[in-house]
């Protein structure tokens, strides 16, 4: 299963990796800035603000990220808590 | 009866099923293949109305009647049953494709269903079927969660079973149709269809069973049960506005949960969740396109969840792990699989040009347009969740992050050219959604590509990318699970049961040792009376009681002269 000498792909250089950073920052700065070019149509008045959509998707994954973290804190347990998954491994 | 001959496309599958579980080689591969096809054929060739119609005791029945929604969810779950079937072709397992067919062709059968009796009949043996996919994993966890899952199943079926019955008691007409939450029957109806829809409080049904199925049986597993669910909600109760809330919190609820999830098949088995929330709030808000949105949505999610389902398969068969923190870096040696899973999961996020985009966004439209502002701003806050935990969660974990230093190649031919058709179906739906359109329910004035909806839709995935990204710490996999609903009948219940036979043990030592002493005086005076010479018992010698006759009779005489 394992190559004995694993050639290095293109996505293995952090050279490669930075450009990658740079044109995501890029697109999502294009994407704010077409809200100059085309009218949005909004329904909602708070659709209407610059950036809502992309502030809203942010703020609203930072939510759940950080909500879940705290669930976690409750609720995780080593994934051996069932006994039974246990036997399978 | 005005049964006309046509073939019962749930009928092709259900025989096949049963074909297939004595054969072997070449020919139990063509019939893998061609069954799901013929069905299809036989669908198609179906004309719209009353097929069969059946009287049976004081009842009417429907077992065969076609509609636009019906056909649409009978074809998609045909077509599932095809790539499932060849994705499945090389699994080696005698029991897993038959118990498939079968449960895919009850599936059918409950969406072609004219009645409620039908569709309970095939509803249990969907159950039946999807028991023994789970079965079939070989596995002591896989028969564990099998019972289980049969369980929770059963327990669904009797509330819809008494849901039916008063139905029926209380209308005398067994037809399905629209029904409004306004009486205990229709109540248990409705909760038995929720509960195979993964509703709360037993959502955990779901993300508990299905991932202990093998690599393919997850595959299949995925597609029927729930969507079954959102099929019968679709005709039962549209526009219940209940409906949108239990939609809303399953759509968090699989959220939160896949993102705390090390294993990838529970991620996606919460995803499951959560995308049949959005359907169940489109079902909720119950307008035209609210219910469009819901069915295609449904059409839509069947192809991509199965398709990341594949993928996760295919990393699971080569490499026998499923817990991201074990992978990582696979892209290196299956660039396919890569690829297929990262269009299923572009797909699942409502990426412009692929499926979802032009199925979930109906659902926020009719939210939109219905000015339900909260519901709206959820659904967006939710939209941003999916990109989040299965858009990028799923394949980042598993194909990219650290190099796990595995190096499995891409799967057998069987299973590429599965996730590549679903694959280019993805696409394909995503580029020209008017094929799909034309197949939902109620004609279609829904422009998915416009300006603003792709700039928004956009804006709020990137930066949900973004927010995974700059918070990647917080979500590094650790070894562990979340505790969810199924821990009250995994532990809790069993202990309690435990210990309430515990204490019955004690109970009935005590209550045993107080007794004895006078049950055993009871007992010696019950002998002495009633054992073959005891006093009551003995036969008497014919002289004595001729005697005692005597004596009887001649204190009457006395006492008659006496009363005289």
Not at chain 2, 90 to 94: A, D, G
Not at chain 2, 351 to 355: I, Q, Y
Not at chain 2, 402 to 405: A, E, Q, R
């Given at each position: 299963m394992k190559n004995p000498a694993p050639r290095t792909h293109w996505l293995d250089e952090p050279k490669h990796v930075q450009w990658l950073w740079r044109g995501f920052i890029a697109v999502l700065a294009l994407t704010v800035l077409a809200e100059l070019v085309f009218?949005?149509?909004?329904?909602?008045?708070?659709?209407?603000?610059?950036g809502f959509h992309a502030a809203f998707g942010f703020i609203a994954c930072a939510l759940m990220i950080i909500g879940a973290k705290a669930m976690g804190l409750l609720l995780k347990r080593p994934d051996t808590f069932y006994a039974e998954d246990r036997t399978d491994e | 009866m005005s049964n006309s001959l046509v073939l019962h496309p749930a009928f092709v599958l259900i025989v096949s099923a049963l074909a297939l579980s004595v054969m072997r080689g070449k020919g139990r591969n063509a019939v893998i293949l061609l069954a799901p096809i013929f069905a299809m054929i036989a669908l198609w060739l179906l004309p719209e109305g009353k097929l069969w119609e059946v009287d049976w005791l004081d009842y009417h029945l429907t077992p065969l009647a076609v509609d636009k929604l019906s056909r649409l969810f009978a074809s998609i779950f045909a077509l599932m049953t095809f790539a499932g079937g060849l994705f499945a072709l090389?699994?080696?397992?005698?029991l897993e494709i038959p118990a498939a067919f079968l449960y895919a062709g009850a599936a059918i059968g409950v969406v072609l269903a004219g009645d409620l009796v039908t569709v309970f009949v095939f509803w249990e043996i969907m159950a039946v079927g999807s028991t023994l996919v789970i079965w079939s994993a070989n596995t002591t966890s896989a028969w564990k969660a099998s019972l289980r899952y049969a369980m929770i199943h059963l327990a669904g079926g009797v509330v819809l079973f008494a849901g039916v019955t008063g139905h029926l008691l209380a209308t005398g007409d067994a037809t399905f149709s629209r029904m409004q939450p306004d009486s205990i029957a229709h109540w248990l109806i409705l909760v038995g269809f929720l509960i195979n829809a993964g509703a709360?409080?037993?959502?955990?049904w779901l993300p508990d069973a299905y991932p202990s199925a093998s690599w393919s049986g997850m595959v299949f597993l995925s597609a029927f049960t729930t969507k079954t669910a959102v099929y019968v909600l679709l005709r039962g109760?549209?526009?219940?506005?209940?409906l949108i809330w239990v939609g809303l919190f399953m759509v968090f609820y699989g959220i939160v949960f896949a993102l705390l999830e090390n294993d990838m098949r529970r991620i996606l088995a919460y995803s499951i969740v959560n995308q049949v929330g959005f359907m169940v709030v489109g079902i909720g808000i119950g307008t035209e396109l609210a219910l469009n949105g819901a069915a295609a949505h449904a059409f839509t999610h069947i192809i991509y969840k199965a398709l990341l389902l594949m993928s996760a398969g295919a990393v699971l068969a080569a490499t026998g792990r499923s817990k991201c923190s074990e992978l990582g870096g696979l892209f290196h040696s299956m660039p396919l699989t890569t690829i297929c899973g990262t269009i299923g999961a572009l797909s699942i996020s409502s990426?412009?040009?692929?499926?979802g985009f032009i199925s979930k966004s109906m659902i926020s439209q009719a939210a939109a347009d219905g000015h339900l502002q909260t519901v709206w701003l959820l659904l967006a806050a939710a939209s941003a969740g999916v990109f989040l935990h299965a858009g990028i969660k799923f394949p980042w974990f598993v194909f990219f992050q650290?190099?796990?230093?595995l190096r499995p190649s891409d799967p057998p031919a069987s299973m590429r050219w599965a996730m590549l058709l679903f694959a280019f179906l993805c696409v394909a739906l995503g580029v020209w959604p008017e094929e799909l359109y034309a197949l939902l329910p109620y004609p279609v004035d829904y422009v998915p590509y416009t300006a603003a909806h792709v700039v928004t839709q956009l804006q709020l995935l990137l930066f949900s990318g973004l927010a995974f990204f700059v918070m990647l710490d917080y979500l590094k996999r650790t070894p562990t699970i979340t505790l969810d609903v199924d821990w009250f009948w995994r532990v809790a219940y069993p202990s309690a049961a435990r210990q309430a036979a515990a204490h019955w043990e004690n109970l009935c030592a005590r209550v045993t040792a107080d007794v004895s002493v006078k049950a055993v005086t009871v007992r010696s005076f019950i002998a002495r009376h009633r054992?073959?010479?005891g006093l009551l018992v003995r036969s008497w010698p014919t002289r004595s009681m001729a005697m005692w006759v005597m004596v009887m009779l001649l204190a009457y005489l006395f006492l008659y002269y006496l009363g005289r």
């Open positions: 009218s949005l149509h909004p329904t909602f008045q708070i659709e209407g603000w610059f | 090389r699994r080696n397992s005698r709360p409080p037993l959502s955990a109760f549209p526009g219940t506005e209940l990426f412009p040009l692929t499926s650290k190099d796990s230093g054992q073959p010479d």
